[in-house]
């Protein structure tokens, strides 16, 4: 159901749907009795009390949401945040805006309820047709009444309409829009010279002192984290399966009695080569296309491979890479007439060219495989594997007890692995920190991550941490403190960032002097500009990079004047001046009016409502009786 709700999400309607349902498990599962029977009020709106209870209910579920979304998130984060406060001012917010609506008159009656209730696909039957019975069972497995449901929810429609309301007055109009598309749109073009500081780079001295310099004032660049290892058992069905231990005739059996399991479908090993031309092209176009099929099929006569001639002729990118190569598939892997075509050519043969969507095919089969069942003995060990693990999982739980009575009797894992019948021994992980777990247990939580790497050294977890398909068992093994790295170490990279930084500073004063000459309308000795492509405003500009201060110059400069500063890029400083400036097309505009018109009104009413709801806080009577409630 909820997955169906989502799809719906972003109306207030549908907000206080999930608030209501996951209110409810939170007042039958969550709640202690004794704050039950609170009445509590956190907060007075404009004399219109927020009861203590609606609030934890609020919070309860805005934390489950959080910590599903980053399970890392502890109670000290959360304070910090202010998530408490957070909450509550979106409460505030909500009865802002129900008194804002009842003041205008704006309403919901139960025929517009009834209208959109029925529109809940989680509540239809097929066909999209409203189910009373549906209805009911749904409210009901969520400890819901009707009445219940439908008040909260015609709350949120009244919100929704509020929000429209107030929305309305910033709309632009299609004039408006169009002058944000051409801003937007606009393209210009620099003529720019570049003074790259590799230039400069056999002009500095790295001495031993600036290096020390540059080692000390970046110490924090060089800390290594605390950093661990760990060895450690995985107990899943697949490292207790024994597969010694399954007999032939149970494999056997398996085999027989799960024979559809090991089908085999017809498949074809083939090779293509593609020339496009679109489904409703004309007569012209066609015609130059089988010209080109054409040719391809004269190579072919003449004894050349099909590798070697689709190579040639594909136009399938990756084709004249592979010589056309498809490898093995079966039916409804390829478009229908590609697929038909395929699986009627024998081994060796070629096709006639064959039209789809994409334009002319020719095809070589390499290879056919008949459909059928794979071997017995091509899947024995994957069935002995199947079965063992099987029998395993039967056992998981008996086995774990097991290791946990000689982890708790000082036994090593070693030890452990041996006695309880692992086929894999414990293994050790590579070192991992506080934040990023062992590469090798990719599956860890946050919290087991950092249970492992508060272990003390030597000692073994005392209760098994969950993963995929079973448990882990972890011996600290080696711990090493926090530290830096020392200057031997990283002092051939300081060396070259010495060398970098030295030599951007001569690259700008190399520019900025060239920069005068050139605001003088005089031109430097060996100035050879090169033109850019065409760029917009967002700053990226080819063959140079990213500098938006540039991008954003160039649009505003008088063209042919150089503009009066240098700008870093990653290679070095470019001095530049805008030489054309080109506005999108009409047609441009014709194409994209529509999406650029609902994207800006939707940003406009959007700033609108923050706008009202921001003045409507600003002179709202809010009082909150106990504050340290909130910062508990």
């Known amino acids: 159901m909820l997955d169906i709700l989502r799809q719906g999400a972003q109306s207030w309607g549908i907000k206080i749907l999930f608030g209501i349902i996951i209110a409810v498990f939170v007042l039958a599962f969550g709640m202690d009795p004794a704050q039950n029977d609170r009445a509590t009020v956190i907060a007075t709106v404009n004399d219109t009390p927020i009861q203590f209870q609606p609030f934890q209910e609020r919070l309860q579920r805005s934390l489950e949401l959080a910590r599903s979304q980053n399970p890392g998130l502890t109670p000290e984060v959360l304070a910090q945040m202010g998530f408490k406060r957070q909450i509550l001012e979106q409460m505030i917010v909500e009865e802002l805006m129900l008194q804002q609506a009842a003041k205008l008159g704006l309403t919901v009656s139960k025929e517009e309820l009834a209208k959109e209730i029925h529109l809940i696909p989680a509540f239809q039957s097929e066909g999209n047709v409203f189910d009373p019975a549906s209805y009911q069972d749904v409210l009901r497995a969520n400890n819901l009444t009707p009445g219940k449901f439908e008040s909260e929810y015609m709350r949120g429609m009244v919100m929704d309409k509020l929000q429209t309301y107030v929305g309305l007055p910033g709309r632009l109009g299609e004039g408006q829009a169009r002058d944000f598309h051409t801003y937007g749109r606009s393209t210009a073009v620099i003529s720019y010279l570049v003074y790259p500081w590799e230039r400069y780079q056999d002009q500095v001295n790295a001495t031993d002192e600036r290096v020390a310099e540059y080692y000390e004032s970046r110490k924090a660049n060089y800390a290594l984290p ?4 760990i060895q450690y058992l995985l107990l899943t069905p697949e490292t207790l399966a024994d597969t010694q231990a399954v007999s032939i005739e149970e494999r056997e059996a398996f085999y027989a009695e799960n024979k559809e399991r090991f089908k085999v479908e017809e498949q074809v090993m083939a090779r293509h080569l593609l020339v496009r031309v679109d489904e409703d092209a004309d007569a012209a176009e066609v015609e130059k296309a089988m010209a080109i099929i054409q040719s391809a099929q004269a190579d072919l006569k003449a004894g050349k491979s099909f590798a ?15 010589g056309g190569e498809l490898g093995w598939f079966g039916r409804g892997r ?3 007439p590609f697929e038909d075509a395929a699986f009627g050519l024998a081994k060796g043969a070629v096709s006639e060219p064959v039209r789809t969507q994409f334009g002319f095919h020719l095809i070589s089969v390499e290879d056919v495989k008949a459909e059928g069942y794979e071997e017995f003995q091509s899947v024995e060990q994957d069935i002995a594997g199947r079965i063992a693990q ?28 041996q006695t309880i019948g692992l086929r894999l021994a ?38 098994p941490l969950p993963i995929a398909d079973g448990y882990l068992l972890a011996t600290k093994s080696v711990q090493v403190a926090e530290s830096t790295r020392p200057l031997e170490e990283v002092k051939a990279e300081i060396i070259a960032a010495v060398i970098r930084e030295e030599a951007l500073k001569m690259a700008k004063a190399a520019a900025d002097q060239d920069l005068e000459l050139l605001l003088k309308g005089e031109t430097p000795a060996d100035a050879a500009p090169v033109e850019s492509e065409f760029f917009g405003r967002q700053g990226t500009i080819s063959g140079l990079g990213m500098n938006q201060m540039l991008a954003v110059k160039a649009f505003e400069t008088e063209l042919g004047t150089w503009l009066p500063e240098s700008y870093a890029f990653p290679q070095g400083y470019v001095l530049a001046q805008a030489v054309k400036v080109t506005p999108p097309s009409d047609e441009e505009w014709a194409a994209e009016k529509d999406l650029w018109l609902s994207s800006l009104n939707q940003r406009a009413q959007e700033q609108t409502l923050q706008a009202f709801i921001a003045d409507m806080r600003a002179k709202a009577d809010v009082s909150i009786p106990n504050p340290a409630l909130l910062d508990n």
């Open 226 to 229: 605390a950093r661990a290892k």
């Open 308 to 322: 070697e001639v689709a190579a040639k002729y594909t136009e399938d990118p990756s084709g004249t890479q592979t």
């Open 334 to 336: 390829m478009v229908k």
């Open 390 to 417: 099987d029998r395993a999982a039967d056992t998981l739980q008996d086995r774990l007890d097991q290791a946990l009575e000689l982890v708790l009797a000082g036994e090593s894992l070693e030890t452990v692995a």
């Open 426 to 463: 414990a293994r050790e992980s590579d070192f991992f920190t506080r934040t990023q777990g062992p590469v090798e247990l990719p599956g860890l939580s946050p919290e087991n991550v950092q249970i492992l790497f508060d272990l003390p050294q030597e000692l073994t977890t005392q209760s």
